[in-house]
């Protein structure tokens, strides 16, 4: 078997062989759809990854509140909600049911509504992360922020949250990871991302070995990216001994 990479100089409309593997005067080469396919993957990804620690940092907080039985069911019910329902189910659920539920929603362009099904899913993940870091320290931290005068909001916003997100970092890192190849559900719901681009590409081209590889490389690539981004960060914030001193439980 032969490989032919001048796939990704072929214009997508006349099918030929161009000077430059780059589209001129209008013009898009396979190469240029790819480049075009991974931004749509890398937005798409990012988007749901900011929801999903907004929403997961404030869902697992709110199930680590001392004395607010019900605030703690409700964001257990959370994580039980979207963990468990397959995310590709999520999505068809958004982009189906949800705007004929509210017609407004018709108007949204499939892309944040695979941004919030993709969101919310990772959201119950990072929810459980954030209890489990919370849980991990020490009970003498919440009790030294008591001791100094500080209203519940104030020992978590200085004491135990950034403790926890430095001992939750390594399982984050993987979840972010995961966003990046879950994002690849959008091409359900016609999102020009890559998996859809390899789809569309081989069918065209013949070429699904060269297509499908250079589509895994950018996939590894990013993944990778964002593996050295989290080690650099984990560097930095890393405070000395404090993972030892956390095992002491609560």
């Known amino acids: 078997m032969s490989w032919d990479w001048q796939v990704f100089c072929q214009d997508t409309i006349t099918q030929e062989i161009g000077q430059s593997c780059f589209g001129k005067n209008g013009d898009t080469t396979y190469l240029d759809w790819m480049l075009s396919a991974w931004g749509w993957t890398v937005s798409v990804s990012l988007l749901s990854l900011v929801l999903a620690l907004v929403l997961g940092s404030v869902i697992g907080t709110l199930r680590t509140l001392p004395d607010r039985p019900w605030v703690v069911r409700l964001g257990n019910a959370w994580v039980e909600l979207f963990r468990n329902i397959p995310l590709l189910v999520q999505v068809f659920v958004w982009y189906h049911v949800i705007p004929a539920i509210f ?8 892309f944040i509504l695979v941004v919030f099904a993709i969101g919310l899913f990772t959201s119950a993940r990072i929810a459980e992360q954030v209890r489990s870091g919370i849980q991990a320290l020490p009970r003498g931290q919440r009790y030294a922020g008591m001791a100094m005068g500080f209203t519940t909001f104030q020992t ?6 950034p403790m926890a997100f430095r001992i939750i ?17 959008a091409f359900a719901v016609s999102v020009a991302e890559l998996t859809m ?3 569309q590409a081989q069918e065209e081209t013949s070429r699904g070995v060269e297509v499908y590889l250079a589509v895994t490389a950018l996939y590894v690539l990013s993944a ?3 593996n050295r981004i989290m080690t650099f960060i984990e ?11 956390s095992g002491g439980g609560h």
Request: hydrophobic share 50%.
């Open 169 to 185: 970092i390594p399982p984050l890192t993987s979840e972010t990871m995961n966003v990046f190849k879950n994002s690849s559900v």
């Open 103 to 110: 017609p407004a929603l018709k108007r949204v362009d499939g």
């Open 235 to 245: 560097k930095r914030s890393r405070v000395p001994g404090m993972i030892a001193a």
């Open 224 to 226: 990778f990216a964002v």
């Open 156 to 161: 978590y916003r200085y004491v135990l949250l």
């Open 197 to 199: 681009f390899a789809m």
